[in-house]
Every structure is written in structure tokens, then in C-alpha cells.
């Protein structure tokens, strides 16, 4: 059974940068899976971030790419967010979550989240 | 990019059908994705590949897609079943991937 838990502040000032970190359990981080991050605004949907594999590729939201970094620790089986020049539109759920491929039809999809960290931005 | 439109909310009576939709534009060639999330929880998957179920989720849950409107049906609605619904895709032509914005299902 894969277990993704999200770890790092909850509470952020202005201008500074989020960083969180999403340890992984039950899969290989080195397994042909990609690794997202999708947050969730209080009382709004899901957003995606952008997501990472083993290998260093990343792909971002294009409205979030000037401002995220993304990167991967083998050794510790864990995976990070970086979020710069953070305001209070960025307070948020923050989910890590395991990213699915399909062999046969194009296509991805989410197939393991972890519980979500609240982060806050606020001075 | 690619937009997915839903329902803000649909209500349904206990033991009948739930019916909550995603619109795109041809959706229909698309694969698409269903996520079920209670307050306070973190997103579960229920449907994928349009129609296929991960392991635990009741057969009561099904998908259909075709045209410009892709359909998660809930049979035989419990009050259990009261949360908030999310369609998913990637879209080819970004490379990203989508989230409709979601449907409360109230069940009354």
C-alpha cells in the first residue's frame, strides 16, 4: 500500500517561500511513476502545481512556473515543493499525491494522496 | 487550456441514482478521471479510465463519456455518499492536467 505524507510549515510570511516535502512509502520513488503537488484554496477546487519523476523532469502549471521548483531525494524517498514569492492567494491544502500512467490509452490520472498540509500565509 | 465544467451541486433522495456530469470540449476522446472527497479528507479516487473502479469502491459507482460530456453515476445513493465530486483528464495537446471544478452531492 503506497503512503505519501506531507510535512513542512504551516505558516508562511509574505513574500517568502513555502517548502514542503512529500516522503513516499510503499512504492519506489524510482518506480515510472510521476510525483505532483495539487492544493486546494479553502472552500475551492483542486489546482495542480506541477509534478516531478525520478529522473529530475519536471512539468509546472504554466499560472505557478515562475515560482516553483521541484525536486527529488532518492536516498530519503522523498520529493519537494518550493513556492517563492508567496501572498495570501496562496494559502492553501497542499497535496502530494502519486500520478498514474496509462500503458494502453494516453492518459494519467491520481492514484494516491497524501492527507493534505494546511499552509498558511500570513505575517 | 483545456476547460472541464461541472455542476456546482446536485441533490439526490437515498436509494435513488446520482447522476453528476463533466463537460469539455470532445471529452469524449478522452480518458476521464473521477475523484470523491469528504470534508476535511484528501481527494479518493473512485472511477477511472472512464468506467474501471480501484479496489474497495461499491460497484453502486460507474462512468460513462461520450461526446462532449462524460457522466459519474452513483446507484442506490447513502448517505455516505455525501461529497464533493471532481472529473480529471490530461490534456495531450498542454500536456497538463485538468480538474473540473468540482460537484457537492447533497444527499437529502
Known amino acids: 500500500q503506497v503512503h505519501l505524507q506531507e510535512s513542512g510549515p504551516g505558516l508562511v510570511k509574505p513574500s517568502g517561500t513555502l517548502s514542503l516535502t512529500c516522503a513516499v512509502s510503499?512504492?519506489?520513488?524510482?518506480?515510472?511513476?510521476?510525483w505532483s503537488w495539487v492544493r486546494q484554496s479553502p472552500g475551492k477546487g483542486l489546482e495542480c502545481i506541477g509534478e516531478?519523476?525520478?529522473?529530475?523532469?519536471?512539468k509546472f502549471t504554466p499560472s505557478l512556473e515562475s515560482r516553483v521548483t521541484m525536486s527529488v531525494d532518492k536516498s530519503k524517498k522523498q520529493f519537494s515543493l518550493s513556492l517563492s514569492s508567496v501572498t495570501a492567494a496562496d494559502t492553501a491544502v497542499y497535496y502530494c499525491?502519486?500520478?498514474?500512467?496509462?500503458?494502453?490509452?494516453?492518459?494519467?490520472?491520481?492514484?494516491?494522496w497524501g492527507q493534505g498540509i494546511l499552509v498558511t500565509v500570513s505575517s | 487550456s483545456y476547460v472541464l465544467t461541472q455542476p456546482p451541486s446536485v441533490s439526490v433522495a437515498p436509494g435513488k441514482t446520482a447522476r453528476i456530469t463533466c463537460g469539455g470540449n470532445?471529452?469524449?476522446?478522452?480518458?476521464v478521471h473521477w475523484y470523491q472527497q469528504k470534508p476535511g479528507q484528501a481527494p479518493l479516487l473512485v472511477i477511472y479510465?472512464?468506467?474501471d473502479r480501484p479496489s474497495g469502491i461499491p460497484e453502486r459507482f460507474s462512468g460513462s463519456n461520450s461526446g462532449n460530456t462524460a457522466t459519474l453515476t452513483i446507484s442506490r445513493v447513502e448517505a455516505g455518499d455525501e461529497a464533493d465530486y471532481y472529473c480529471?483528464?490530461?490534456?495531450?495537446?498542454?500536456?497538463?492536467?485538468?480538474f473540473g471544478g468540482g460537484t457537492k452531492l447533497t444527499v437529502l
Open positions: 510503499g512504492d519506489s520513488i524510482s518506480s515510472d511513476n510521476w
Open positions: 516531478i519523476h525520478h529522473s529530475g523532469t519536471t
Open positions: 499525491a502519486r500520478i498514474r500512467m496509462s500503458s494502453t490509452v494516453p492518459t494519467y490520472y491520481f492514484d494516491n
Open positions: 480529471q483528464v490530461w490534456d495531450i495537446t498542454s500536456d497538463q492536467m485538468v
Open positions: 470532445n471529452i469524449g476522446s478522452k480518458s
Open positions: 479510465y472512464e468506467s
